[in-house]
């Protein structure tokens, strides 16, 4: 078949924690036929080693690029992210102070990288991204690991108990439940937990790869787990149809209905999460 055309778009909004620094980051090369989005996570014990943004900023941009560099330099995309993933974690281990650090402290992330040659679309993931890929004839194809989410909803129920039983805000419960969410955070990478992007590398090599017939495919999209929020705040009624929202050209409009649902709801009692809004991104792929 001829060389399908790609139209790109990529878009983020900062959430509401870690000092107003955005700890996303995504970036398209349709010359290489690659996407790449990070969704980085601050360490639990807000132990930062970086001075003029959080370490979790640092690690996904510091991702993105040098997984980008791997791929220019030939490196099969899957095997770019892995030893990305490993230059990157030297780098962070070079750093003073980082070996003080405890698992908890470290910063982690969630991946998603598209990527695509004449025949095939792959998705490529590792952590708690959604991506939606779009087909020709009509249906709208969800990859997703729902295992940290799990994990997630439990210590959001756990802070609603305690918020409810002590009188206290839900920002109040989320200190009180920190024990409970650093016990999750050590399931990272760790056999019977779940597999994302960290320092340790461990989760590198564990990713889920799904593959599409190019010539099926009409759009592939991901975001992170923030922008995905418009499913929870009810804004859209599935991750299947906020990616063909996107798609259509909604996504900035979806991105400030997100954020108006949020603002509604600051106090995290109608839909229970840990902050009132978290980092929101995502990236589109068009083929025409």
Not at 9 to 24: A, F, L
Not at 36 to 50: E, F, I, R, S, Y
Not at 74 to 99: F, I, K, N
């Amino acid at each position: 078949m001829g060389k399908r055309r790609c139209i790109e778009e990529v878009r983020t909004w900062t959430g509401s924690g870690e000092g107003r620094i955005n700890e996303d980051y995504a970036q398209v090369d349709t010359s290489l036929r690659c996407a790449v989005l990070v969704d980085g996570a601050t360490g639990l014990t807000k132990h930062n080693l970086m001075t003029d943004t959080t370490d979790a900023s640092w690690y996904a941009r510091e991702l993105v690029s040098a997984t980008f560099d791997e791929v220019r330099a030939g490196s099969d995309p899957r095997e770019a992210l892995g030893r990305a993933g490993r230059s990157v974690a030297d780098e962070y281990l070079r750093l003073q102070g980082s070996t003080r650090l405890r698992r908890e402290d470290l910063p982690n992330a969630s991946v998603a990288v598209l990527t695509w040659d004449d025949s095939v679309v792959r998705v490529i993931m590792l952590g708690d991204c959604t991506a939606v890929v779009g087909m020709r004839a009509g249906e709208s194809q969800v990859v997703h690991d729902a295992t940290l989410d799990a994990l997630d909803q439990q210590n959001y129920e756990r802070m609603y108990r305690y918020a409810t039983t002590n009188g206290t805000s839900m920002r109040e419960a989320r200190m009180a439940v920190n024990d409970k969410f650093i016990m999750n955070r050590l399931k990272m990478n760790e056999p019977g937990g779940y597999w994302a992007a960290d320092i340790s590398c461990r989760g590198f090599g564990h990713e889920s790869v799904t593959e599409f017939p190019l010539a099926d495919v009409r759009y592939a999209f991901a975001c992170s787990d923030g922008y995905v929020a418009a499913v929870d705040m009810g804004v859209v009624s599935s991750a299947a149809n906020l990616g063909d929202a996107v798609a259509r050209g909604e996504g900035q409009r979806l991105g400030e209905s997100l954020r108006k649902a949020e603002r509604a709801d600051e106090g995290c009692w109608r839909v229970h999460r840990s902050k009132v809004s978290d980092d929101a991104t995502y990236m589109l792929v068009r083929f025409t």
